[in-house]
Every structure is written in C-alpha cells, then in structure tokens.
C-alpha cells in the first residue's frame, strides 16, 4: 500500500496543521510547512449500491496506528506495523464468503497527541476537533475466491492512493466460498489429507466418508471378517479360518461338520448330538474276522455270521470237530478242508473213518 500526500493537505485542500506556513499566489498547490499525522481507516461491509462509509462495518473495521508522515509506503521497513508483519490488514470472517462487498479506505489526520482511535460518533464524518478527513476512497463489486491480488488506485485532489487486496480462505477451509470443511487427521476419527478442492484424501488402508474405515486383507470374507488397522482379517464369533469363511462346529462335535456356526451335522455313519455314535461300526472297524459277515444293528452295534468252522462274537475262534471223539468203531478222527463248488466258504473238520 502506498499513500502520496506530497503538499500535507486534507480533503478541502487545507494544511493539516493550521498553523503550518502558505505563502504565495498558489499557495493551496504549494506543500504545508508541516507533515500530516496520518492514519488509515478500512471499513468492510455488505454490498452496497450507494455506500454509506458510517457504522456500522458489517464484516470488518481497521484503525491503524499514525505514521509521522504525509506521504506513506507501508512496505517501507521503517512503517509501522499494521495488523501483521506483512503490513496485511485482514478480516477474519466465520460464515460463508457472499461474493460481494463494499470497501471504504479512508487516511485521516489526527490532531490530537493521543493514540488514534475514532468514536463511533465521529467515523464517516470529515473533521472533529482531534481528527480530519484527508481522503476517501469507497468502491462496490464481486470478488471471487483468489490468492491473486487485485490492485485498486484512486486520486483526489492532491492525494493518490495504492493498495491491493483479496479474498482467500482461512486454515482448513475450501471452495470457491470457503464453505467447505476439511481438516487433516490421522486417528480413530478418520486418516485423510486435503485436497486442492478440500476434499478428503484418505491414507492407504484406509476409505469411508471420512477414511475411518480400515480397508481387510484382500480375501478376508466382509461378511464374517473385520480389522481395525488395515490388512488384518479378525474373524466374527462363529467363523474361523485364514479368510474367516469356515464356520464354527458346535463345541465337542467329533465327526460332524456345519453350514452356519455351531451347526454339528454328522458325516455319513456317525450319529447323536455330538455326532459320536458310531452308526456303521460294520464299514468303520470291520469287527468280523476270518471272512465273516459284518450286519449293523444301530448305536455301535453289529452281528457277525461266521463261515463253516468258526465261531465267536468276531469269528475269531476256530471249531475242532475232533475234540469231541465223533469217530466210532476205532475210527481216527482227522482234519482236512475241501471246497465246496460254487461256495467260498471252505469246509474244514471233514471226518475220516
């Protein structure tokens, strides 16, 4: 900003100070003996058709300290601070940017010893007994969302006046009118950075509205598998497995299997609650030696029919004819086998006489 007041005049052509020396046929296009004590007045409010430079300044008013001089560069490194340290006059604002404005930048010179500061009474008026209007400078239009500056310059009389201005948005705030809200995180609320546009960019492993969902080892059933960091597969109560896609047999269920957790459905043969009933115990143990018949007859249970010359529960137990003496007369009693045609079943203890 920069502020050229060479002749130290107010706004009707007057010195500054009154007792400052005018001397000559021209006198009021001659410079004032003494500098103006300047100040700047910056008054931001709504959009305006006929600008009313009064109270109140709807989105913002700026009263900087004085400068000891008429002529003023605020970027000169001997000014004094503005607002910032960048010599920046900024207006915070919590709401949406409407898009319009009127803008009212006013240097004044103040004539009291005392720091500047203007009642309410007495902005928007040209002069009071402590303060006198040196310029004004007042203006209406849209703006856009831009970190470009837009440069504005205005002349009155013997003044001129530069200055720059914007409208950007403030930390964590997008858009072309600062309405959208998007605020770095990495934690159990969400994991993101900020897009150009403000949009949520989610960390890897991670996705949701608001990335706070973690994203499952690839294979992990998203019906029966969770995780709350990415690339884990914890499995739901009931499911099991690498994937959790194997259900859970109900507890103690031996030979059996299920469909849906804590299922116990029994393999062929087996049977009970537990599936621990052994129901072709024939097919399972082959109890039956020696070539006998196995039959099941439920719960574990079976029968064996034995072949010709053995016996026992198994048909482990071969039968000795000649134990009991058949033989009569004086007849020897010996073993021999033959087969019968057509029968596998041999025939053992043929008595010889």
């Not at 058709?49 to 913002?60: A, K, L």
């Not at 010179?109 to 006198?132: C, E, F, I, Y």
């Not at 969902?213 to 099991?240: D, H, L, M, V």
């Amino acid at each position: 900003m920069s502020f050229i007041n060479d002749l130290s005049r107010d706004a009707v052509g007057n010195c500054c100070h009154s007792s400052a020396v005018q001397s000559g046929d021209n006198a009021g296009q001659q410079q004032c003996s003494e500098k103006c004590q300047t100040f700047f007045r910056v008054c931001l409010k709504h959009y305006q058709t006929n600008i009313d430079p009064s109270p109140p300044c709807t989105y913002g008013e700026v009263i900087t300290p004085v400068f000891n001089a008429s002529t003023v560069y605020v970027s000169h490194q001997n000014a004094p601070t503005l607002v910032d340290d960048d010599h920046t006059i900024r207006f915070p604002f919590n709401f949406s940017w409407p898009g319009t404005f009127s803008l009212i930048v006013e240097a004044w010179h103040n004539a009291s010893s005392s720091p500047s500061s203007l009642s309410a009474s007495s902005r928007g008026v040209s002069q009071t007994k402590t303060r006198t209007l040196i310029t004004r400078l007042a203006m209406s239009r849209y703006l856009k969302v831009d970190n470009k500056w837009t440069q504005k310059s205005g002349q009155n009389n013997q003044t001129s006046m530069n200055y720059s201005y914007r409208v950007v948005c403030g930390d964590s705030y997008f858009g072309d009118y600062c309405d959208t809200f998007c605020k770095p995180r990495d934690d159990k609320y969400g994991h993101f950075q900020c897009g150009p546009a403000g949009e949520k960019q989610c960390f890897p492993g991670w996705h949701g509205n608001y990335c706070e969902k973690a994203i499952c080892r690839s294979g992990c059933n998203s019906t029966n598998g969770e995780c709350s960091q990415p690339n884990e597969c914890n499995c739901r109560y009931g499911w099991e497995g690498h994937n959790c896609n194997q259900c859970t047999k109900y507890p103690g269920c031996l030979h059996g299997y299920c469909s849906k957790p804590w299922d116990c459905l029994c393999d062929e043969g087996w049977g009970g609650l537990l599936c621990n009933q052994d129901l072709n115990y024939c097919t399972n143990h082959k109890p039956c030696k020696n070539g006998g018949s196995c039959t099941n007859t439920g719960q574990g249970w079976y029968t064996c029919e034995c072949p010709l010359g053995y016996t026992g529960k198994n048909c482990e137990q071969e039968i000795d004819s000649c134990a009991h003496y058949p033989c009569a007369n004086g007849a020897t009693c010996k073993k021999s086998e033959l087969l019968f045609p057509g029968n596998k079943n041999r025939a053992k203890n043929l008595y010889i006489i």
